[in-house]
């Protein structure tokens, strides 16, 4: 009975633009996977991917960054821009 309980919980799951998830990945309820993002192959992602991050493993966890920290703040920023200047 509790397992129902515990399984009945869903929530949604995030995945931002430009997100490259490898073949075989499990993503579980309630994560976010973060701008530009990479999920490697038969990763299980059970908690938040932080933009331009590359992730592996069984739970996910951080390789490292596919920029530098400068860089990838610019790229959010101009994201950002983006989505505004659309609505």
């Known amino acids: 009975m509790w ?3 515990l399984c009945s919980h869903k929530r949604n ?3 931002a633009n430009d997100v490259w998830i490898g073949s075989g990945v ?5 994560v976010t996977i973060g701008s530009g993002a990479v999920v490697g ?3 299980v992602v059970a908690s938040r991917i932080e933009p331009y991050a ?3 493993g069984n ?3 951080l390789i490292r960054y596919r920029f530098d920290a400068q860089t990838r703040k610019k790229m959010l920023k101009l994201l950002v821009g ?5 609505n």
């Open 3 to 5: 397992l129902r309980r």
């Open 13 to 15: 799951v995030v995945i």
């Open 26 to 30: 499990t993503i579980l309820s309630g």
């Open 41 to 43: 192959a038969h990763s």
């Open 54 to 56: 590359i992730v592996a």
């Open 59 to 61: 739970p996910a966890h």
């Open 82 to 86: 983006l989505a505004n200047r659309k």
